[in-house]
């Protein structure tokens, strides 16, 4: 793809990602600040073959339907970066498995990462983000992208937070959901909790594997799972429920640096 085609895919990605209905069923507490609204709160109905969630949200940033849909704005708005042009949304597609498809990111001004946006599915269960797993929660990641130079290039936490603190409809919703201004802390956990809706299960795998229908999946499949599973040794790292023992093979030995 050329960049002005990533532009394109990109502004079509904002716009479906905004059309995107998050499922709602409803469950918990939910607000955070004393002068917040309490929120509607909000529990993720997990798909076949992934494990029960309850244990993996944390105690300080509950999920409400309101803080959900303020990360989605925020997720696909470029009015995040300094040009205006990239938004999480830009290197995380939703129709490409919230991956950006690339070999490396096209960040601002068409600058090229030293890295690809990785897929967001399934984050929820992780306890540590990005290739070499540097940072240790949703909340602390989403910051990182904003300031990288490369990425959306924000020169600095003040001019974000003053930036948005303009537009009235994050300042209310701000409010509504934490009681506050727009804050660091409450981009951070927005943004973690509509990512972790980002669900995927169900796979002719699980429907086969836990759940033991025989024709859920081919035999030439079949001979490939027992591959997976015995001499082709994947799953020594492929393991679990979601396809991954959660451990850092190369890059954090390597150190290689990142932009
Ligand atoms: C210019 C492209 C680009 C933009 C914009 C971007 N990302 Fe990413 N994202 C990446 C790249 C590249 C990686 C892998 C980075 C690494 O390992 O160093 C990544 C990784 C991630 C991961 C880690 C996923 C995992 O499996 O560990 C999360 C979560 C994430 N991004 C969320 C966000 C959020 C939230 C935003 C907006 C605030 C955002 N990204 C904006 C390119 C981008
Ligand atoms: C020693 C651990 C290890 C083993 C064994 C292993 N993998 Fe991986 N695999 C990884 C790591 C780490 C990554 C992600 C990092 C990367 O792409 O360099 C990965 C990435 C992948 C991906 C890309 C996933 C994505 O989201 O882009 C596929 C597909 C894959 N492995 C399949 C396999 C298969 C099939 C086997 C067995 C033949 C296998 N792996 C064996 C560690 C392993």
Known sequence: ????????????????????????VLTAEGASAPNATPGKPYTLQVPFGLEDLASYIPKDNPLT??????????FFDPRLSADNKVACGSCHFPFMAWTDGQKVSIGIRGQLAS????TLVNRVYSTAQLWDGEWPSLEAQ?????FMSVRMGMPSPDALLKKLNAIEGYRERFHQVFGTDVTLDGIGKALASFQRTILSGNSPADEFDFGGEEDAISDSAKRGLTI???????????SGFNFTDEKYQIWAL??????
């Open 1 to 24: 793809m050329t960049i002005r085609n990533v532009r394109l895919v990109t502004a079509v990605a904002i716009a479906l990602g905004l059309l995107l209905t998050v499922r709602h």
């Open 65 to 74: 339907v309101e803080k959900i849909e303020l990360g989605k704005l925020l």
């Open 115 to 118: 890295r690809n946006g990785m």
């Open 142 to 146: 989403a910051l990182n992208p904003i």
């Open 228 to 238: 997976f599973q015995t001499k082709g040794r994947c799953a020594r790292c492929h």
């Open 254 to 259: 390597t150190g290689t640096r990142r932009t």
